[in-house]
Structure formats: structure tokens, C-alpha cells
Nanobody
Framework: QVQLMESGGGLVQAGGSLRLSCAAS????????LGWYRQAPGKQHDMVAT???????YYADSVKDRFTISRDNAKNTVYLQMNKVKPEDTATYYC?????????WGQGTQVTVSS
């Protein structure tokens, strides 16, 4: 059973930076897709950024040019570098991965951006 564990959340001022990490219990090279989602109170669960096995990345329009997703296969970790954060980035951020037909989620990490 693969487990994903996020870390790095916290309180940050608007305009600042934060880096989220998602450590996998197994090799992330087996994942066809890895990504970050977020959910703010009262809002839907939205895709933030995705990286596929080829290394191609995809971003929500709201975070393009501010957030960067990357992965380190040697550390079995996927990252989300968040720059120029805004109060509307406040949410619980979840790591997600797909292995063949199985989908895995982390427990989430809270990011709060103060204005």
C-alpha cells in the first residue's frame, strides 16, 4: 500500500514563499501522475499542479507563473514551490498520485496566507 505524506504547510504573508513536500512510501517512478490539489473551506477540490512521468507539467491558471511542481525520484518526493502567494491560496493542500489504476491521496497540509 503506497502512502503519501505532505509537509511544509504553515502561515505565510502575502507575497512570500513556501515549499510543500510530498514523500512517498515507495518509488515515485512508478507513478504515472503526481500532483497537488487544494480545497478551501466551502469550495471544491481543485487541481493546482500536475507532473506526469515524462516530466511534463500542468498548472491551474490561478497559479501559473507563481507555483512550480517538481519531483526528485532519488528522494521519492514531489514538491510544490509556491511563490508570490496570495490570500486566495489559503487552503488545505493534498498530494495525489496515480499508479496504474490506483489513486492515492495524502492527508493534507494547511497553507494559510495572511494579507
Amino acid at each position: 500500500q503506497v502512502q503519501l505524506m505532505e509537509s511544509g504547510g504553515g502561515l505565510v504573508q502575502a507575497g512570500g514563499s513556501l515549499r510543500l513536500s510530498c514523500a512517498a512510501s515507495g518509488s515515485i517512478s512508478s507513478f504515472s501522475v503526481l500532483g497537488w490539489y487544494r480545497q478551501a473551506p466551502g469550495k471544491q477540490h481543485d487541481m493546482v499542479a500536475t507532473i506526469i512521468r515524462t516530466g511534463s507539467t500542468y498548472y491551474a491558471d490561478s497559479v501559473k507563473d507563481r507555483f512550480t511542481i517538481s519531483r526528485d525520484n532519488a528522494k521519492n518526493t514531489v514538491y510544490l514551490q509556491m511563490n508570490k502567494v496570495k490570500p486566495e491560496d489559503t487552503a488545505t493542500y493534498y498530494c495525489h498520485g496515480v499508479v496504474v489504476d490506483d489513486s492515492y491521496w495524502g492527508q493534507g497540509t494547511q497553507v494559510t496566507v495572511s494579507s
